[in-house]
């Protein structure tokens, strides 16, 4: 079992920047590929960044790309999201994620085993 836990959200203007992070215990951290995905109030959860056990592969969705970093480090069992120039459509509640994988990055939910309990993002205009 994997326990995840996020954590950095908070309240930004609009051209901001906030890092989240997703801390992890429960399995070896570096067998997961991680992911971050987003839900605002009456949407479906999306993806928006994953990240293979390595760190060697990362994929981004197209409305975050060129504004969003994700990244990993092993020795510390957490993986983050840097978000930069965010905008009033990035609040959302913000789930990290998690799979046993080697190598592997995975953009649908569906692939995912672990789930954390989510840290809001609001960004005002």
């Known amino acids: 079992q994997v326990q995840l836990v996020e954590s950095g959200g908070g309240s930004v203007q609009a051209g901001g920047s906030l890092r989240l992070s997703c801390a992890a215990s429960?399995?070896?951290?570096?067998?997961?590929?991680m992911g971050w995905f987003r839900q605002a109030p009456g949407k479906e959860r999306e993806f928006v960044a994953t990240?293979?056990?390595?760190?060697?592969?990362?994929y981004y969705a197209d409305s975050v790309k060129g504004r969003c970093t994700i990244s990993r480090d092993n020795a510390k069992n957490t993986v983050y999201l840097q978000m930069n120039s965010l905008k009033p459509e990035d609040t959302a509640v913000y789930y990290c994620?998690?799979?046993?994988?080697?190598?592997?990055?995975?953009?649908?939910?569906?692939?995912?085993?672990?789930w954390g309990q989510g840290t809001q993002v609001t960004v005002s205009s």
């Open positions: 994620a998690g799979v046993p994988a080697y190598g592997g990055i995975f953009s649908a939910p569906a692939h995912y085993n672990y």
């Open positions: 429960g399995r070896t951290f570096s067998s997961l590929a």
């Open positions: 990240i293979s056990s390595d760190g060697a592969r990362t």
